[in-house]
Antibody
Framework: QLQLHESGPGLVKPSETLSLTCNVS??????????WGWVRQPPGEGLEWIGS???????YYNPSLKSRVTISVDTSKSQFSLKMNSVTAADTAVYYC????????????WGQGTKVTVSS | EIVMTQSPATLSMSPGERATLSCRAS??????LAWYQQRPGQAPRLLIY???SRATGIPARFSGSGSGTEFTLTISSLQSEDFAVYYC??????????FGGGTKVEI
């Protein structure tokens, strides 16, 4: 059964770069129908899609975050990553990695989430 | 960007009752609509995709309907574990993928 697991620092200083990694286990990261993505949820708020990447590296970003975000995939390590620069307190959230394309282009599989706080 | 609007924001129900949650899209998304359940402290999980297809392992008491701009998630008989927040999300026209604001089903 395919599983996702996020990792990265829980605390990032304002203006610095947030970096998270999602490890994929129990399945292939290279299937051509899959998109790997990131979703975040600020405290007490709803869900926001950040962006997605195909196994071949084609990326799609939320226009509201596009200027600050890079998502990439490393098939050799079965992982994909998120980098978000120039973070502020508004980027404080739980960050989830997700898989689209297992049954449809809904978000079929979710990681457990990792909390990131932006604070000095 | 397609805006997803969910109603009501909160639904106060009792176990055993039937719950009906609504989701409206600002433009047609065909049947490319998903529903997710999020219990407190947990990640969301996929319930419904393609507007009406249950994801693997989802109980039959959950059903989805609709197409175009109007969608409904129905829980036929609420169990204690169903009290949670539910989100709809369109994947017809992206980027961006967009979620509704959520409906909290509470006791």
């Amino acid at each position: 059964q395919l599983q996702l697991h996020e990792s990265g620092p829980g605390l990032v200083k304002p203006s610095e770069t947030l970096s998270l990694t999602c490890n994929v286990s129990g399945g292939s990261i290279s299937r051509n129908s899959y998109y790997w993505g990131w979703v975040r949820q600020p405290p007490g708020e709803g869900l926001e899609w950040i962006g997605s990447v195909s196994y071949s590296g084609t990326t799609y970003y939320n226009p509201s975050l596009k200027s600050r975000v890079t998502i990439s995939v490393d098939t050799s390590k079965s992982q994909f990553s998120l980098k978000m620069n120039s973070v502020t307190a508004a980027d404080t959230a739980v960050y989830y990695c997700v898989l689209m394309g297992l049954q449809s282009y809904a978000m079929d599989v979710w990681g457990q989430g990792t909390k990131v706080t932006v604070s000095s | 960007e397609i805006v997803m609007t969910q109603s009501p924001a909160t639904l106060s129900m009792s176990p055993g009752e039937r719950a009906t949650l609504s989701c409206r899209a600002s433009q047609s998304v065909g049947s490319n609509l998903a529903w997710y359940q999020q219990r407190p402290g947990q990640a969301p999980r996929l319930l419904i995709y393609g507007a009406s297809s249950r994801a693997t392992g989802i109980p039959a008491r959950f059903s989805g309907s609709g197409s175009g701009t109007e969608f409904t998630l129905t829980i036929s008989s609420l169990q204690s574990e169903d009290f949670a927040v539910y989100y709809c999300q369109q994947y017809n026209n992206w980027p961006p993928l967009t979620f509704g604001g959520g409906t909290k089903v509470e006791i």
